[in-house]
Every structure is written in C-alpha cells, then in structure tokens.
C-alpha cells in the first residue's frame, strides 16, 4: 500500500485534477490518496474565518467567492449533480456555522471553518474520479485522526489514532481511499487542524500508521532543489536525501516538504519520494535512511518575515539558563518560533517568525525586565554544504546581522 499526497496547487484546477486522475491511472495499486485544499482556498477561509469572528458584513461575500471558485471547478471537470451531494451538504453547513455566534476562542473557530477547505476539495475529487472510472472511497480524517485540544496546531494523539485508522482503512473491496490532509479531531469530535501546511504530516502519520511501503509527495517542483527556484536561478535537483538531511533542510525552512514530516516516516523506515506532478515519469527526489555521510552541493534555504530580537537584562545581570529559559518559555506561549540564538554575558540575540500582528504589543512585556532592542524585515539564511563562493552569493552584498558556522552549516541573519 502506498500513500500518494496531492497538495493544493496539484488540485486547483479542472486541468489540474484531471492530472491527478491520469498520475493514478499510472500508478495502479492500493493507494491512500491525502488531498490539500484546492489552490488558494485555505488563505480565503482564513479571511472568511476572520470576517465571521468581526462580524464583518464582508463574510457573505467572502462566502460566495470561494463557492464560485469550487463551482467553476465543478463544472468544467463536468461532475453531474447526482454525484455532488457530499459537495452541496458542506457546503450547507459551512453556511449554518457562519450564522451562529462565534465562541470566544478564535483558534477554535478557526478550525471548524478552515477544515472545510480540505473536506470539499476530497468531495469534489473523490466524486470525479468515481464518475470516471476511477472508483475509491471518500474517508472523513477526523473519524480516526485524533488529537489534542491545541486547536491550529493540534497534537496527534498517536495511541487512538493507530487503531481508529486501522479501522477504517481496511481495503476490504477498495483500492483507493480520498482524504483530507491537514485536519483530525479531537475525543469529543471537534474538529482540528495540524497547522499551515501540514498536509504532508497527514501523508506521513497515515503512512506510519498504515505501515505503507512508500510515500510520494507530487508537487510542482522536479523534486528537492539545493534552492528554491522563486529566489535562486541555477538550481540543481538533489537525487537523494537522508532522512536526517531532509529533517535539517525542513527545520531551515525549505518550503519543499513540512519539518514534521519526516520523523514518522524514518521512524518506520518508509521511503519518501517527492516528484514533479507536471512529469510522473521522472523520478524526482528519494528520501531514505543512507547510512553514510552525504556531501552535497550547497544548498540555501531562505526563511523571510525574520526579526532580530536582542535582550538585556536591565540590571545588567548575567544572562544564565534562568534567563534563558524564562525567555523561551515567553515566546512559546506566545506561539512564536525561536530560529536562532546567540548570546554573550549580558546579551541575548533571538532570531524569531515576527508575528502577524507585530512585535511591538509582544516585547512591552518583556521592557519590563531587559533592555530590548529589535530589527524586522529580515531573513534568516541557511547554507548545507557551503564553501567559500557559496557564502558570498547568499549574502549578495546585504547586511550580515549575525552569523553562526559549524563544520557543514552556516546561518546568516541578513538585512
Ligand atoms: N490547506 C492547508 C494549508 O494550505 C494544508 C496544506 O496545504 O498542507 O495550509
Ligand atoms: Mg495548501
């Protein structure tokens, strides 16, 4: 059995659906598919979800344009009306949620409204594929996937889940399952998600779960690149990666795979291949336990919305693990993630994600204890593999802010 995970870019069109049909008709054989959201969906129910919680007046509309977004999808795939059933009934209950009054906890509501992103893209695909000889089975996650409460970044409870998957994803007179990436629920049946992007986890957690012989990640990209194309014009394809490698280059920022993704899999020694959904045939990258040290060429890795956070305290006492860890614990209850640290005797350097909102409501809580000084705008740097020449072209003449260098890896705060 192997898990096939279709992101939302593989699923936002009509064209682009019947892609995925022609990627399955390739590759027969008992198969988990987890579908995205279609396109640019879940940003619009991230507005959608917004407006509700404001009572804005812009939430009907909001509504109407990711409806006639599906629509047009439908139509132009051609799926008849006696097959878009399961599409109109979320689509009605999506409605009737936004006519309620929203709770106080917008992390909550959020996932009862972003879920559907997920549900109507697998609706839509699951009904197509049926329609066009492609038969397979319609599974909603959130009946085995359970998690904790931590809604928009919920926690898989792996002991549950095991055997509600087990249950349900039996292949008893199916070759094909369609489900959701990126949404569980929790014992009381709320819904929750994994996080932006967490697709891929929902690949991998299945997989490991499942025992699966592979996972393939089809995506726009020929496989995993030693730089993003959007910022790097001579990119190379990497062949193969170590689950470690991939672990590294995630955690660094490559958008190419979720930094969860990989520990599930390596944990049951199931090979990850990403590859390119525009060029089934060709091979893209394999991720796998290698058991000696690759050497790679260098591979960059951007992360932007960076902000470089230094404090002091302001009695000008040392700053020592207490310290340290009174500031870490600040910014995880704030959901902020620390990239990058750097410290000397009376100063503390965080390189942090600047939050949506801004920084500056953030760190009035801590003037009250350092001296906070602050730059934002910037992007953390990452080179695997670098040498000489590879420094200089990363930088390109910005400013450095800080710099850290082991013996494979350098990471470079930049202006
Ligand atoms: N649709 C979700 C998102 O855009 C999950 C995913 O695409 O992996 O964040
Ligand atoms: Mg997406």
Not at 109 to 131: H, K, M, P
Request: a neutral charge; charged letters at 25%; glycine letters at 6%.
């Amino acid at each position: 059995m192997k898990v096939f995970k279709f992101g939302g870019a593989s699923v936002s069109s009509a064209p682009a659906i019947k892609n995925v049909a022609s990627i399955l008709e390739m590759y027969p054989g008992k198969k988990v598919m987890v579908i995205s959201a279609m396109g640019n969906t879940t940003n619009e129910l991230e507005f959608l979800v917004r407006s509700y919680y404001k009572k804005d007046q812009k939430t009907a509309g909001i509504l109407q344009r990711i409806k006639d977004y599906h629509s047009q999808i439908i139509s132009e795939l051609g799926v008849e009306q006696q097959n878009l059933g399961q599409v109109h009934q979320l689509f009605a209950v999506l409605e009737e949620r936004l006519k309620r009054m929203p709770s106080l906890k917008f992390d909550y509501e959020y996932d009862q409204v972003v879920c559907f992103g997920e549900l109507i893209s697998t609706a839509i695909v699951s009904a197509y594929l049926n329609q066009n000889g492609i038969p397979n089975q319609w599974l909603d996650v959130r009946d085995s996937l359970r998690t904790d409460e931590t809604y928009r970044e919920a926690v898989v409870d792996w002991k549950w889940s095991e055997m509600l998957v087990n249950n349900s994803f039996t292949f008893k007179g199916v070759d094909l399952y369609v489900t959701q990436g990126f949404i569980g629920s929790t014992t009381t049946n709320q819904t929750t998600t994994l996080g932006r992007e967490g697709s891929d986890f929902t690949a991998a957690i299945l997989a490991n779960l499942l025992n699966a012989e592979s996972v393939t990640i089809w995506k726009n990209v020929p496989g995993v690149l030693n730089a993003d194309p959007t910022d790097f014009s001579d990119t190379e394809k990497l062949e193969e990666l170590s689950y470690k490698e991939a672990i590294e280059l995630a955690y660094s920022g490559a958008k190419v795979i979720h930094p969860k993704t990989i520990k599930p899999l390596r944990n049951k020694n199931i090979p990850l291949f990403v590859r390119p959904f525009d060029f089934p045939e060709q091979a893209g990258t394999v991720i796998k336990e290698i058991g000696y040290q690759l050497e790679l060429v260098p591979v960059y890795i951007l992360k932007k919305k960076q902000a470089l956070v230094t404090l002091s305290p302001d009695d000008f006492s040392f700053v020592g693990i207490d310290v340290l860890s009174e500031v870490f614990s600040f910014f995880k209850s704030n959901r902020i993630k620390v990239n990058l640290i750097q410290q000397s005797a009376i100063d503390l350097s965080l390189c942090v994600d600047e939050p949506e909102v801004g920084l500056e409501s953030l760190l009035m809580e801590l003037r009250k204890k350092f001296d906070v000084r602050y730059n934002t705008g910037l992007v953390l740097a990452t080179i695997r593999f670098y040498n000489d020449e590879s420094l200089v072209k990363m930088a390109n003449g910005r400013e450095v802010l800080m710099e850290q260098k082991s013996r494979r890896t350098v990471r470079m705060v930049l202006k």
